[in-house]
């Protein structure tokens, strides 16, 4: 079977490292930098994410051209930040898309159109969500290089397509599941990002763990009352595609979105936080996109407001933090 990967970074290569432990699979990944490229060709691995993983040129085969990694694929895994996604799929047309289940690993919203991934795949490629899929769950590529036991779960409207794709990554190191509720992992997996910037701020302006319990918990509530309203559906929000996500990317030392966040609250400016983190927090652009569908849908969201008002509106981050702290109960 042939598996498209598209996207350079760190997840897109603990996923090729985790699908090439699969000897019916082989990889066909691309990514835009053709330094890199050269580099896996040559030498094996990816020169600038998790430098340190081997890969097996007869099992995966890097590109330049995003047409010549999906030819001949079943499968396209999507996995470069929401941001980037409609300038990497340029070059493709909806041919591409034929017959193709197409996977997101992306953790994130469109920011021009504010949609989820998969909305936007469905749109703009004609993909129905039936022949979709999303990767979720508490899983940094960090760990995943350092085969340390992690859990992912496959949500998608086809329940049949999300077991054997789970089926297809489940390895020594990683244990699969597979469930329906597509939406509700898409809009879990961008709130968590959201919830991790506001406890890195908070973290960074001198809250302790106290604090940070309280913001999750109620983050729990937030992300249950965006779900009730947009995407409702019977769910088990303590499964560990949803409650799960949210404490790995709340507490964890590789979190992107915490430590981006920190950053801010110990006084960065966003720009110097980018150049510091070379690496990319989806919740940044989120918060931005949930922020203006929230003008419709009028959910009470202090933890979204706090990090909106704090990014966006450039607003004293010491007033915001006090009126977060009288929202939170
Ligand atoms: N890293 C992780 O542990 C996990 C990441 N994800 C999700 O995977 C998606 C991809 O994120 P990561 O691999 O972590 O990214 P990363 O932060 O490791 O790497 C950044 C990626 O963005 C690309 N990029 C940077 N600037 C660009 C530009 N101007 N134009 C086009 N591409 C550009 C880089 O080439 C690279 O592929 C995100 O949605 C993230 O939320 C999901 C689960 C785990
Ligand atoms: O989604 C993730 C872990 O499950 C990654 O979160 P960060 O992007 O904050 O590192």
Not at 245 to 262: E, I
């Amino acid at each position: 079977m042939k598996v498209s990967v598209i996207g350079g970074g760190s997840w897109a290569t603990a996923i090729v490292k985790i699908l090439s432990e699969n000897s019916r699979i082989n990889i066909r990944w691309w990514m835009r930098n053709a330094d890199a490229v050269e580099h896996i060709r040559k030498l094996h691995h990816n020169p600038k994410y998790l430098s340190s993983v081997e890969f097996h040129p007869s099992k995966v085969k890097a590109y330049h051209k995003i047409k010549d990694a999906v030819k001949g694929s079943e499968i396209i895994i999507l996995a470069v930040p929401a941001a980037f996604l409609a300038e990497s799929l340029n070059d493709l047309s909806l041919k591409h898309f034929e017959n193709k289940a197409v996977i997101s690993a992306i953790k994130g919203m469109i920011p021009e159109t504010h949609q989820l991934v998969t909305d936007f795949i469905k749109e703009k490629y004609q993909v129905p969500l039936e022949r979709q899929a999303a990767i979720a769950g508490p899983c940094h590529a960090e760990e995943v290089a350092f085969e340390k036991n992690s859990y992912l779960t496959i949500a998608s409207p086809d329940i049949s397509l999300a077991e054997n794709f789970a089926d297809l990554m489940n390895c020594r190191y990683v244990r699969t599941s597979a469930i329906s509720d597509l939406y509700g992992v898409e809009y879990t997996a961008v709130m968590k990002n959201i919830v991790a910037l506001a406890c890195g701020i908070t973290h960074g302006l001198g809250a302790g763990d106290n604090f940070q319990a309280v913001m999750v918990s109620n983050a729990m509530l937030e992300i249950k009352r965006l779900l009730s309203a947009v995407a409702p559906a019977e769910r088990e929000l303590n499964a560990s595609a949803y409650l799960g996500d949210l404490l790995v990317t709340a507490y964890s030392q590789f979190s992107r979105n915490r430590s981006f966040g920190n950053m801010i609250g110990r006084g960065y400016s966003v720009k110097t936080a980018q150049l510091e983190m070379n690496m990319i927090a989806e919740g940044y652009y989120a918060v931005k996109s949930i922020a203006k569908l929230n003008e419709q849908w009028q959910i009470d969201m202090p933890i979204t407001r706090f990090a909106h008002a704090v990014l966006y509106e450039k607003n004293s981050l010491k007033k915001e933090f006090n009126s977060l702290k009288n929202s939170l109960f």
